[in-house]
């Protein structure tokens, strides 16, 4: 037997380095299970290339709870250690670079998951066990070793009579820690961070139900028989080629990853590069709605089949932590701050690479089968009309395939758009204006007043559409957008032949006078204009800018931030052609003059949805004394 001090300055570093990290103290099982499944496949590797004459064989990790003796095993049949490598990789370089880990990181040490970023898996165990064991036999043909450190700088090391090959880790779990004893805590850890490694992981047994024997009765019972309980699943469908996948595995895959979504994925994606930088995993789009906040089940970040994280901001595009899925890369720093992932060059070759894999992916949907890409469009509009906002490669591609949905159900790309409606919809100052609503229902009249006259109305209802539009109104030549409820169509697409007015300058000016003197309300500003004598006597719009300008600034952006809450303002457009209005300006007595500006101004509110609670029952019991 062999007792040594291992070689670290500060002799409380167990403790301080439990509670620095003890935060993260479920990562222990992780880093273990990891550790074993290292040393299982480098066993492989070697067997592999002839490099050992040892048979690799089924080999499997086994972890086992010792409830009553307060002991959880961990036990592997890889390359196991001799006693010069426990020396070496243990005692030194383990216990070398945990010192150096506090010196450097003893400030931010609470981070989330920074344990196992450093190399540092072994040590983990002391974050929950106030002793540890390595019992471990090498694949070469030395002697059994047996490592004791009750968590002092002190260690034992003795032999071992351990006869197969391999390394069993037991933890004495310390007091505060007893919560690893039970069995479905143990159980959950696995399945988060164990789920896909890539060797068999045995957590007890399970009983399975064989097939009855031949000529067995209806009343017997079948056979059972105790098999391994082996928690994951080794060979997971992003390691694979995408050849050897059908349809179905994808989507059973997609279960496998969330078990509680019962909606099936619209499409994949699966991503498997290895030059520049080594990158697998396989992306899903679901059905996505309109509310940006609303986000379950993300996706998944493993480095070599092993969970890290589901927080992949830095390393996915923004606009696409919307999908689902998993990626898996070895070339993925892991220990540092976000600001560092965004400027390294591997991650901003990954994210690009991710970009451009999505892009295609719809491109080719939309090429192939643009019937089936039309119907899934709302479902998937809002990570599209994302990604053209924040990465302009991915404007380039999508602005061939984004769609633009009319009020009537018919989709068109930018381009077919621009075809169709250019000869109407072209303004005196040769700008195309794209008219638009947000919301079929409250914008009926307007939208129908805009078809009766020929014009095509976009439908666009996603709570980004805004900054959308100023960036296609930024980006292409001489087009605007202009929502149909924000001013009258002629004003909307100004052509040279406008109305002339019935009413004379004077006429005009008694009318505004009128107009305002019962129209108290400070949100309306009373515009005079000629129109069609058939058109409404009273029309409400709000403002396109100030509008856009709201939206914008309650989604964030549009350079609105700190401005405090915008206010509401409207237009009041009054149809100076209109023989209501008409009759408004000569009704000779007052009390008629002020109730048919009222029951007109709040028709119009009615007709913008703006007539509600007191105001709204007033109008209808003065509609309904109107017509008795």
């Given amino acids: 037997m062999a007792t040594g001090k291992i070689n670290v300055s500060v002799e409380n570093i167990f403790p301080l380095i439990k509670k620095f990290l003890y935060s993260d103290h479920e990562i222990f099982l992780r880093e273990l299970v990891s550790n074993a499944t290292d040393a299982t496949l480098k066993l492989k590797h070697l067997t592999t290339i002839g490099e050992t004459k040892v048979e690799y064989g089924n080999p499997i990790i086994e972890i086992k709870i010792d409830k009553e003796g307060k002991k959880i095993h961990i036990i592997d049949q890889g390359l196991g250690m001799t006693e010069e490598e426990v020396q070496k990789y243990i005692n030194e370089v383990a216990f070398s670079g945990a010192e150096e880990f506090l010196d450097k990181y003893k400030d931010s040490a609470k981070d989330s998951g920074i344990i196992g970023h450093f190399g540092l898996g072994f040590y983990s165990a002391f974050m929950v066990a106030e002793k540890v064991e390595i019992i471990t036999k090498s694949y070469k043909d030395e002697p059994a070793a047996h490592w004791t450190c009750d968590g002092s700088p002190n260690f034992v090391m003795e032999p071992s009579d351990k006869k197969d090959r391999g390394t069993e880790i037991i933890l004495h779990i310390a007091e505060d820690s007893t919560e690893f004893l039970e069995k479905n805590r143990i159980s959950e850890l696995l399945r988060k961070y164990n789920k896909f490694m890539p060797v068999p992981i045995k957590f007890g047994t399970r009983t399975e139900t064989l ?73 899903y789009f679901p059905k996505l709605t309109n509310d940006l906040n609303v986000q379950k089940d993300r996706i998944q970040l493993y480095q070599n089949q092993v969970f890290v994280t589901d927080n992949v901001e830095g390393i996915v595009p923004e606009f696409l932590t919307m999908l689902r899925g998993v990626i898996d890369s070895p070339d993925i720093p892991l220990n540092v701050s976000r600001s560092y992932l965004q400027a390294d060059g591997a991650v901003k070759k990954i994210s690009t690479y991710i970009t451009r894999k999505v892009a295609d992916k719809l491109t080719s949907l939309f090429k192939n089968n643009r019937e089936d890409f039309e119907a899934k469009w709302n479902d998937i509009k809002i990570v599209i009309e994302y990604g053209m906002l924040s990465e302009d490669k991915f404007f380039e591609k999508a602005d061939k395939f984004a769609l633009y949905p009319t009020v009537d159900g018919n989709y068109y790309t930018f381009e077919e758009l621009q075809e169709k409606i250019k000869d109407n919809h072209t303004d005196k100052d040769d700008k195309l204006v794209i008219l638009y609503a947000s919301n079929k229902e409250a914008q009926h009249s307007y939208i129908e007043t805009a078809k009766s006259r020929g014009f095509e109305v976009l439908l666009l209802d996603s709570p980004i559409v805004s900054h959308l539009m100023q960036k296609l109104e930024t980006s292409k030549e001489n087009i605007s957008f202009a929502r149909v409820d924000s001013d009258h169509l002629d004003n909307l697409i100004k052509k040279e032949d406008s109305q002339i007015s019935k009413l004379s300058d004077e006429e005009k000016e008694k009318l505004k006078k009128d107009l305002e003197e019962v129209i108290q309300n400070k949100s309306y500003t009373v515009q005079l204009e000629a129109m069609d004598s058939s058109a409404a006597p009273f029309i409400i719009t709000e403002p396109e800018f100030l509008r856009r300008m709201k939206e914008m600034q309650q989604t964030g952006g549009g350079g609105m931030m700190g401005m405090g809450n915008m206010p509401e303002m409207y237009n009041l457009i009054v149809n100076t052609n209109s023989d209501l209005v008409n009759e408004i300006l000569n009704t000779k007595t007052a009390k008629k003059k002020e109730r048919l500006i009222n029951q007109s101004l709040d028709l119009a509110r009615l007709s913008k949805g703006l007539l509600k609670g007191e105001e709204l029952t007033n109008f209808i019991k003065r509609s309904y004394e109107i017509i008795k």
């Fill in 211 to 283: 097939p009855k024997p031949e000529g067995a009765k209806e009343e017997d019972k079948a056979p059972t028989k105790e098999v391994d309980n082996i928690i994951n699943n080794p060979n997971p469908a992003w390691t694979k080629m995408p050849a050897d996948l059908k349809e179905e595995d994808y989507k059973g895959f997609y279960r496998e990853l969330y078990p509680m979504q019962f909606e099936e994925p619209l499409f994949h994606i699966h991503l498997n590069v290895d030059y520049p930088f080594n990158l697998t995993g396989i992306l």
